[in-house]
């Protein structure tokens, strides 16, 4: 039996979609033959927790810790949350937030979490060295876990599998850091390094393998999936017509037009002001909530900061309408956020705010799962709204979604396994 080392930053009992992927490949690889062996933080203050992933963890998995030191206490004092993501960056800092930004950016590359790496690098070694491992595998972001992948393949030679969940450079709040033309020659000096060395690379879209293929040829899609038994299970859907939200919300991720349809719409039909309701479910910017306040549709919305994995899949099931927003960034062609694969198991209509012509749009066209609407076709947003609320006065309002199966965490592990054989 192969064993691989996976070295992440986010594990149980932290929440979220970053501890999704690796838990699910940990689960699923013993049935192929692989046994896993995970390094993470020790301690660790996670600001999104759900204790509940941690039964999905193997009984018979060795979890390996070590503390970690983060700045980021530091930066909360000048307006930045403690743990708060990178995607929240404040839009408004104060001077001394300002400071703070500029020395995150340009003295923490890749990311805060670099002081973790020599402490790593170090225990690593020599646990290696007495122990039995075929291949080493590093998760990010933090792409600062890929640096320390890099440092045992110099070291020790050993087979190493770099995962992007992803991209680097290309990652979408990427272009909001004060980085200064040494730190970015810096970030993309390493991102190369570390595409060059792995002997394999696994990304999530097509666009990413696309990118990264021009520096790297051992690069794969292995996409994120759903870990839930497709059934045929009657769900008691919501009464109202809702429209469902569900995961961060950054400024990037801010779909104007849908506040400013959503708000024509209920002022022109009382009907639908009484029918409808919006509900966010995860972390919302500030900036967002201060734009829909402009729109006359507060009393319509709900927002929810944070629920159980198990909690969320029962929203999703019974809301009418699954809404994806993706950022609106150079990069967003590539983004194919993780929540998709499971609004398809829960067979409702999705509409996504997004470019239709990325790798989102072609997994909704493919699977006969929904819509995608361009950032700035309004009117064809409105129609489609329009639409859904119509069949759903009908009692017409359902969606067939097509060859999910590939997206079953198990399936999506079998794979992994192949290239971990492989290499």
Do not use: C
């Not at 909360?76 to 703070?100: D, H, Q, V, W």
């Not at 340009?106 to 039995?132: C, E, G, M, Q």
């Not at 969320?312 to 194919?336: C, D």
């Amino acid at each position: 039996m192969k064993k691989v080392l996976i070295i992440t930053y986010y594990w149980p009992p932290a929440g979220g979609s970053g501890v999704q992927r690796w838990l699910k490949f940990v689960k699923y690889l013993g049935d192929f033959g692989i046994e896993p062996v995970v390094y993470t933080v020790k301690n660790k203050n996670y600001p999104i927790v759900d204790k509940s992933l941690a039964e999905e963890i193997p009984k018979h998995v060795k979890v390996l810790q070590k503390p970690i030191f983060e700045p980021n206490t530091i930066f909360s004092i000048f307006g930045k949350n403690k743990g708060e993501s990178a995607g929240f960056l404040n839009p408004n800092p104060t001077f001394f937030g300002r400071i703070m930004q500029y020395i995150r950016a340009n003295f923490f590359i890749p990311d805060a979490r670099k002081f973790w790496i020599k402490p790593s690098v170090n225990y690593l070694t020599t646990y290696l060295k007495t122990h039995k491992i075929d291949v080493v595998i590093t998760t990010g972001p933090p792409h600062s876990m890929h640096l320390i992948g890099l440092k045992l393949k110099q070291r020790l030679h050993i087979k190493w599998i770099a995962d992007f969940r992803d991209p680097w450079t290309e990652i979408d709040y990427f272009h909001q850091l004060p980085l200064t033309k040494k730190a970015i020659k810096k970030h993309y000096k390493l991102e190369k390094e570390v595409l060059q060395q792995a002997d394999s690379v696994l990304v999530v879209s097509n666009t990413m393998k696309a990118s990264y293929r021009k520096i790297s040829p051992n690069v794969t899609v292995i996409p994120n999936g759903f870990d839930i038994e497709i059934n045929d299970d009657e769900t008691t859907l919501d009464t109202k017509f809702s429209i469902t939200h569900v995961g961060l919300m950054n400024a990037d991720r801010n779909p104007k037009i849908l506040w400013e349809v959503l708000d024509e719409i209920v002022h022109e039909d009382l009907n639908f002001k009484n029918d409808f309701e919006l509900r966010l479910i995860g972390k919302v910017d500030a900036s967002i909530l201060a734009e829909v306040k402009k729109h006359e549709i507060s009393e319509n919305i709900t927002v929810i900061n944070y629920v159980s994995h198990k909690e969320v899949i029962q929203y999703q099931k019974q809301s009418q309408v699954l809404l994806i927003a993706v950022n609106n960034v150079p990069s967003a062609k590539g983004i194919v956020t993780g929540k998709i694969f499971e609004y398809l198991l829960a067979n409702r209509p999705i509409l996504a705010i997004a470019p239709t012509d990325g790798d989102l749009a072609k997994i909704i066209q493919e699977t006969k799962s929904g819509i995608t609407i361009g950032f700035s076709a309004k009117e064809t947003l409105k129609n489609t709204i329009l639409d859904f609320y119509s069949k759903y006065k009908q009692g017409k309002l359902e969606v067939n979604p097509e060859n999910i199966a590939q997206y079953h965490r198990k399936e999506l592990t079998g794979r992994l396994s192949e290239i971990i054989n492989s290499i």
